[in-house]
């Protein structure tokens, strides 16, 4: 995904929302309000974003930002 | 008091129990033992294992990793596995084979024959029997030097302190985040480290929760529960038997590791480990945050206490919620089985359940949409269905949601859900229709 400079965690969120979600259904997975929803891990190139700044992180290039579902099946 | 006390002495009845039982097995079993204890061991060499331990455990004995010490360590192991499904099979099986000393089990269910496909320790023989038994004799027969303690109950708030507090190590192997929450929670109150796996469909997790009480609880990195909707139980969603197997099989290993000293508080950083068995398979190992300061059970600022769990002040069930299918009228806009199939008019008989599900069986003539892709769609994409319409799905949940939807956001009037869905059409209707 290509951002300006300096934008940060939160703007990518954002961006996500609004070109890439299609549905109401498929936001409600993603965001509640405009913060990720709980159950959704978010990792900044494999590190827990919480110890990045979360949504304050600043985004350098080629930073890889997964989202991951936590599972409960066993 | 009294209470207790008669329930310790019924514990350390059935110790005695399998302790005699483990005994006696070992002198039925007939073995070289005790012919090579006489002849070769000179009285003054004090080993700490029996020769038949040196036999059976030298393999992992002469790693590097794991050494003579940890298996003393292994030995002298107490560790509790919570749930003995598709996760606690395979981390039992590993457990008692590599020589833990004492195992617990802790599950209420009954093996069934759609549990077999991942569920590696019970089998055809044991369908219909507590899986604690079908897990104990399978582990008796593997090594009869573990002993194994059975909790063939339901782990709640009532009995979990009980049934953990003698154990050092705790294996979650459950699968619902309301179990998960309250396992974290008695065993960061008891001070126990917890390894914790979980998975459904193609992926599996794995991490380890309040390591030495220094690491981060499940309630660090999950101070929320997801919504209701988003959770998947492998009932539901699947599962590929060696996936869940293989993260069962690393949460074996964790154990192994933390018992035998592998992992320390200065060493030990907090991860997730995340499993993937499509497209190519992968484990990624993320670097995770550390126990949060305002950590509602294991931080200095901590709310919950085990009164708070033990009285039920903290109700795990409304905690994670559930997601409400009763959507509509229970006596208007539904139908049985049989009442459908005695309507002179069937109509339009539409199935929601995933295609993936429609592919195995369907009911001939049904159309399929399903629901996700219902909640998604435009009107044009619904010309095909007309009134009366009848929507069916595996167990009469989706189609009440299905059946709600089409009816605010489509404007169909004549709408009825099947309730119980294909499983009560088995039941009730055609035997012969696939139950899956």
């Known amino acids: ?74 | 008091m009294r209470e207790k006390s008669i329930n310790d002495l019924a514990k350390e009845l059935e110790l005695l129990k399998l302790e005699n039982r483990r005994l006696s097995e070992l002198i039925a079993t007939p073995t070289v033992t005790s012919r090579e204890t006489s002849q070769e061991t000179t009285p003054d060499l004090d080993l700490p294992l029996s020769l038949d331990e040196y036999k059976r455990y030298g393999r992992q004995m002469i790693v590097p990793q794991l050494r003579l010490n940890g298996q003393l360590k292994l030995k002298s192991a107490k560790i509790l596995v919570v749930g003995a499904g598709g996760l606690g099979c395979p981390a039992l099986y590993y457990l008692c084979g590599a020589g833990v000393g004492t195992i617990g089990i802790v599950d209420h269910d009954t093996v069934d024959i759609s549990n077999l496909h991942r569920q590696i320790l019970h089998s055809n023989k044991t369908v219909g029997m507590l899986k604690c038994d079908s897990a104990q004799k399978k582990l008796n027969e593997l090594n009869p030097l573990v002993i194994i303690i059975t909790h063939p109950v339901a782990i709640a708030n009532d009995n979990v302190f009980e049934i953990m507090k003698d154990y050092d190590l705790v294996l979650d192997c459950t699968d619902t985040p309301a179990t998960r929450y309250l396992v974290n929670d008695a065993a960061v109150i008891l001070g126990k480290t917890i390894v914790s796996g979980s998975g459904v469909k193609t992926e599996g997790q794995l991490s380890i929760l309040n390591f030495s009480q220094t690491g981060p609880c499940y309630r660090c990195f999950y101070p929320s529960p997801p919504p209701p909707n988003s959770v998947t139980a492998c009932s539901d969603g699947g599962v590929i038997g060696p996936i869940i197997g293989l993260v069962g099989t690393m949460m074996a290993i964790e154990a192994i590791k933390v018992v035998t000293g592998s992992y320390t508080v200065e060493s030990f950083q907090p991860f997730l480990s995340l499993y993937s068995g499509y497209p190519q398979q992968s484990l990624r190992t993320f670097k995770m945050r550390g126990k949060s300061p305002k950590c509602a059970v294991c931080s200095t600022n901590a709310t919950l206490t085990r009164d708070m769990v033990e009285s039920g002040a903290i109700d795990y069930s409304a905690f994670c919620g559930k997601v409400d299918y009763n959507v509509v009228d229970q006596r208007t806009e539904r139908i049985t089985v049989s009442e459908y199939t005695s309507l002179e008019t069937k109509g339009c008989l539409l199935d929601v359940r995933p295609k993936e599900q429609f592919e195995i069986c369907s009911l001939p003539g049904s159309v399929s949409i399903p629901l996700a892709q219902l909640q998604r769609c435009h009107s044009e994409d619904l010309k095909g269905l007309y009134e009366p319409l009848y929507i069916v799905c595996r167990y009469g949940n989706d189609s009440q949601l299905a059946a709600r939807e089409l009816r605010n956001k489509f404007g169909f009037e004549k709408v009825k859900d099947l309730i119980g869905g294909l499983n009560a059409w088995s039941q009730e209707i055609d035997d012969t229709f696939p139950r899956y």
């Open chain 1, 1 to 74: 995904m290509v951002m300006a400079d300096g934008q940060v965690l939160k703007d990518l969120l954002l961006q996500i929302r609004d070109t890439l979600i299609k549905t109401p259904q498929d936001l409600e997975v993603f965001l509640e309000g405009e913060s990720i929803r709980p159950g959704i891990i978010v990792l900044i190139n494999d590190t827990d974003w919480e110890l990045e700044g979360e949504e304050m992180y600043e985004l350098q290039n080629r930073d890889l930002i997964t989202f991951t579902s936590t599972l409960h099946g066993g």
